[in-house]
């Protein structure tokens, strides 16, 4: 369903800051795939889904979605396959428009858009189900300004904008780290929901090991540009917060020590 | 009095251009000025030359659109600040509407201009008769541009000045919304340049100086008036506010001030607009205001800021 081949990303070439951001990742998941990532700060997890977005691009290297090549695509084309949750609450709403012109936008993704009204009563009745099942009570206040909910509401809402029209794949950048426990614990509720209820193949970068462990069937682990550690089915339903932590510490010894020689 | 709301509800058409590019898509356009005067000099050259007042009318709406397209290529191909894009276009229009008009002033007395009606027999404009007539032609593009920007289209164009990123990830090309609405707000502008010509008479090279402080205006005294978003009353907002400040430089006038000093108090006002928001006693105002919304959307109503 995606396929990462030899993707290479340096930032400010040939300047004294450059960095290289990917170095030669490679990565395949099939249909209904749910990986999480993991990785210090730097390690290029945000670098690879803004890549795979047409945020950015890649220097070599090819991206293809669903057998189509997305490489050298704007963010506007890949949006057609994707569907995205961005860390910032504030970042995948548009605060002035209400919930339903919200929804209504994202509801259009991938079709060409026109004249014809952007809500109507049709729409009105699936937005409504589908705010039903967040269990928020959105749905009985759609003419509110996405603005004006919290940051888990937010969070919530940009969630299910992303999963609607069943994109090929999901990419969620730490979307539950600016919400407080609570707010992260229900977003990532959500996050398991809507994964499952749409078969998404979703791709999740997180700060947190432990949500790393039990969301998803295949664990990644990138250091320094580069996927260091790779687990997947029974083996990853074992792993545990200290083992990752172990892998880690081994990881960044040998990486120390490279840089002290 | 009464030609001041006249001109208010015409000028309002270009304020409503304004308002699209300003405070819908957050792009500071300054092609106004040029493509207000372009509008009126592809209009007045039309029906100098013969041709039907309505179709010379449309020409200079058109002509209106293709100068924001310039701007709106200019900043999005071009990569060039907004700002600077419709600076560059509208100076470059001053030559152009040279060109068209080939002299500095067109007279357009005793034409059959789409006024005509109004001027012969009796004279209506200024009369009840006419603001009645422009209060109608300004309600049809209000409405319009509100329908408009509820359409799946319109509502990415929102999105375009108030979330881009967001809007982007939906599939939408920030570079074509923009493109659109800086070509429909000049048209709106266009549009606004020709119907004026004809109601004063004569188009005028120098006729479209400073008019962008005047869209300013009125859009920040129309959102003062009426702070309400929903329905369409946003749009008629702007069209107030437009008659307002028409009617506030009338009365300016009226007790004795110089109409050259018009541009300088015109330039005064906005800039109390702007920086109004910065005094205590109005961010008090918004601080209850927000708190009053807060605690509606806590007791779980629909709330729009």
């Not at chain 1, 959500?190 to 791709?203: D, F, I, P, Y």
């Not at chain 2, 509820?150 to 982007?168: E, H, S, V």
């Given at each position: 369903?995606?396929?990462?081949?030899?993707?290479?990303?340096?930032?400010?070439?040939?300047?004294?800051?450059?960095?290289?951001?990917?170095?030669?990742?490679?990565?395949?998941?099939?249909?209904?795939?749910?990986?999480?990532?993991?990785?210090?700060?730097?390690?290029?997890?945000?670098?690879?889904?803004?890549?795979?977005?047409?945020?950015?691009?890649?220097?070599?290297?090819?991206?293809?979605?669903?057998?189509?090549?997305?490489?050298?695509?704007?963010?506007?084309?890949?949006?057609?396959?994707?569907?995205?949750?961005?860390?910032?609450?504030?970042?995948?709403?548009?605060?002035?428009?209400?919930?339903?012109?919200?929804?209504?936008?994202?509801?259009?993704?991938?079709?060409?858009?026109?004249?014809?009204?952007?809500?109507?009563?049709?729409?009105?009745?699936?937005?409504?189900?589908?705010?039903?099942?967040?269990?928020?009570?959105?749905?009985?206040?759609?003419?509110?300004?996405?603005?004006?909910?919290?940051?888990?509401?937010?969070?919530?809402?940009?969630?299910?904008?992303?999963?609607?029209?069943?994109?090929?794949?999901?990419?969620?950048?730490?979307?539950?780290?600016?919400?407080?426990?609570?707010?992260?614990?229900?977003?990532?509720?959500?996050?398991?929901?809507?994964?499952?209820?749409?078969?998404?193949?979703?791709?999740?970068?997180?700060?947190?090991?432990?949500?790393?462990?039990?969301?998803?069937?295949?664990?990644?682990?990138?250091?320094?540009?580069?996927?260091?550690?790779?687990?997947?089915?029974?083996?990853?339903?074992?792993?545990?917060?200290?083992?990752?932590?172990?892998?880690?510490?081994?990881?960044?010894?040998?990486?120390?020590?490279?840089?002290?020689? | 009095?009464?030609?001041?709301?006249?001109?208010?509800?015409?000028?309002?058409?270009?304020?409503?251009?304004?308002?699209?590019?300003?405070?819908?898509?957050?792009?500071?356009?300054?092609?106004?000025?040029?493509?207000?005067t372009l509008?009126?000099a592809v209009?007045?050259s039309?029906?100098?030359?013969?041709?039907?007042?309505?179709?010379?009318?449309?020409?200079?709406?058109?002509?209106?659109?293709?100068?924001?397209?310039?701007?709106?290529?200019?900043?999005?191909?071009?990569?060039?600040?907004?700002?600077?894009?419709?600076?560059?276009?509208?100076?470059a229009l001053y030559s152009v509407n040279l060109r068209i008009m080939g002299k500095a002033?067109?007279?357009?007395?005793?034409?059959?201009?789409?006024?005509?009606?109004?001027?012969?027999?009796?004279?209506?404009?200024?009369?009840?008769?006419?603001?009645?007539?422009?209060?109608?032609?300004?309600?049809?593009?209000?409405?319009?541009?509100?329908?408009?920007?509820?359409?799946?289209?319109?509502?990415?164009?929102?999105?375009?000045?108030?979330?881009?990123?967001?809007?982007?990830?939906?599939?939408?090309?920030?570079?074509?919304?923009?493109?659109?609405?800086?070509?429909?707000?000049?048209?709106?502008?266009?549009?606004?340049?020709?119907?004026?010509?004809?109601?004063?008479?004569?188009?005028?090279i120098?006729?479209?100086?400073?008019?962008?402080?005047?869209?300013?205006?009125?859009?920040?005294?129309?959102?003062?008036?009426?702070?309400?978003?929903?329905?369409?009353?946003?749009?008629?907002?702007?069209?107030?506010?437009?008659?307002?400040?028409?009617?506030?430089?009338?009365?300016?006038?009226?007790?004795?001030?110089?109409?050259?000093?018009?541009?300088?108090?015109?330039?005064?006002?906005?800039?109390?607009?702007?920086?109004?928001?910065?005094?205590?006693?109005?961010?008090?105002?918004?601080?209850?205001?927000?708190?009053?919304?807060?605690?509606?959307?806590?007791?779980?109503?629909?709330?729009?800021?």
């Amino acid at each position: 369903m995606l396929e990462v081949t030899g993707l290479r990303k340096v930032f400010f070439p040939d300047t004294p800051n450059e960095k290289i951001a990917l170095d030669n990742v490679s990565l395949a998941l099939d249909p209904g795939d749910f990986v999480t990532i993991i990785g210090s700060n730097g390690a290029g997890k945000s670098t690879l889904l803004n890549l795979i977005a047409g945020e950015f691009r890649a220097d070599s290297g090819g991206i293809a979605i669903d057998g189509v090549n997305v490489t050298r695509m704007p963010v506007h084309k890949v949006a057609r396959y994707v569907g995205r949750v961005f860390q910032d609450p504030m970042a995948g709403t548009v605060p002035h428009g209400t919930i339903e012109q919200n929804l209504a936008m994202a509801l259009a993704r991938g079709r060409a858009r026109g004249l014809r009204m952007g809500v109507t009563n049709a729409k009105r009745a699936i937005f409504a189900r589908e705010l039903a099942n967040l269990e928020l009570g959105l749905e009985h206040r759609m003419r509110t300004d996405a603005g004006l909910l919290s940051g888990g509401q937010r969070q919530a809402l940009s969630l299910l904008m992303a999963t609607m029209g069943s994109p090929r794949v999901l990419l969620l950048d730490e979307h539950t780290a600016a919400l407080d426990p609570a707010r992260a614990e229900l977003v990532t509720r959500l996050t398991a929901q809507a994964v499952e209820r749409h078969h998404l193949t979703t791709l999740m970068v997180t700060h947190n090991m432990h949500q790393a462990l039990t969301l998803g069937n295949r664990l990644i682990m990138m250091h320094e540009g580069r996927i260091i550690y790779d687990l997947a089915g029974e083996e990853k339903k074992r792993a545990t917060v200290e083992d990752l932590l172990h892998q880690f510490e081994q990881i960044k010894a040998v990486s120390d020590r490279t840089l002290l020689a | 009095m009464l030609g001041s709301i006249d001109l208010g509800l015409i000028y309002g058409l270009m304020a409503l251009g304004v308002y699209l590019t300003f405070r819908v898509l957050d792009f500071p356009d300054l092609t106004v000025d040029g493509s207000f005067t372009l509008g009126a000099a592809v209009t007045a050259s039309g029906i100098l030359a013969g041709q039907d007042p309505l179709l010379s009318t449309a020409m200079g709406t058109l002509a209106g659109a293709i100068a924001g397209l310039v701007t709106g290529l200019l900043h999005t191909k071009g990569g060039i600040n907004p700002l600077l894009a419709g600076i560059l276009t509208q100076i470059a229009l001053y030559s152009v509407n040279l060109r068209i008009m080939g002299k500095a002033n067109l007279s357009l007395l005793r034409e059959p201009t789409l006024m005509a009606g109004l001027q012969q027999p009796v004279r209506l404009l200024g009369t009840w008769t006419s603001v009645a007539i422009f209060a109608a032609v300004a309600l049809v593009f209000l409405v319009a541009l509100d329908w408009f920007l509820n359409t799946d289209l319109g509502l990415a164009l929102q999105a375009t000045g108030d979330n881009p990123r967001m809007i982007q990830a939906q599939g939408v090309s920030i570079h074509n919304t923009k493109i659109l609405g800086l070509s429909l707000s000049n048209a709106l502008v266009g549009l606004c340049g020709g119907l004026i010509a004809q109601y004063q008479g004569y188009a005028d090279i120098g006729m479209g100086i400073g008019l962008i402080i005047a869209g300013l205006a009125s859009v920040i005294i129309g959102q003062t008036i009426i702070t309400s978003r929903r329905f369409v009353f946003a749009t008629a907002a702007v069209v107030l506010g437009s008659v307002v400040y028409l009617l506030v430089i009338q009365v300016a006038l009226l007790i004795g001030l110089d109409p050259n000093d018009m541009k300088l108090m015109s330039a005064i006002l906005v800039v109390v607009a702007l920086l109004s928001p910065r005094l205590a006693f109005v961010q008090r105002f918004w601080a209850r205001r927000r708190k009053r919304m807060m605690a509606a959307v806590a007791e779980g109503e629909e709330v729009r800021a």
